[in-house]
């Protein structure tokens, strides 16, 4: 059974910083493309980052490129977004997921299949 699990959520002043986990068990972690995305309530969940396995190739979504850092330790078994110069609309539910096939889009849903319970992030003005 794969396993997902984030953590590091929290509060924060726009502006601040925050660095959110997601640890995997039950998957061969480092052969695995993975994903972040998030949600805000009423909205859909959009895409946010993603990284190849090997951690040698990174996508972000126009909204969070240069602010945020996507990376991996598969010794770990772990994935970290790092977050950075945070703003309002940043404030979501985020969600680290597994990519189901190599070579497919990391922006779109349907091309996941394992996700985490998500951890909440709260950007305050």
């Known amino acids: 059974q794969v396993q997902l699990v984030e953590s590091g959520g929290g509060w924060v002043q726009a502006g601040g910083s925050l660095r959110v986990s997601c640890a995997a068990s039950?998957?061969?972690?480092?052969?695995?493309?993975m994903g972040w995305f998030r949600q805000a309530p009423g909205k859909e969940r959009d895409f946010v980052a993603g990284?190849?396995?090997?951690?040698?190739?990174?996508r972000y979504a126009d909204s969070v490129k240069g602010r945020f850092t996507i990376s991996r330790d598969n010794a770990k078994n772990t994935m970290y977004l790092q977050m950075n110069s945070l703003k309002s609309e940043d404030t979501a539910v985020y969600y680290c997921?597994?990519?189901?096939?190599?070579?497919?889009?990391?922006?779109?849903?349907?091309?996941?299949?394992?996700w985490g319970q998500g951890t909440q992030v709260t950007v305050s003005s």
């Open positions: 990284i190849t396995s090997s951690g040698g190739s990174t």
């Open positions: 039950g998957l061969t972690f480092s052969n695995s493309d």
């Open positions: 997921a597994a990519k189901t096939r190599k070579f497919s889009s990391f922006q779109l849903l349907a091309n996941y299949n394992a």
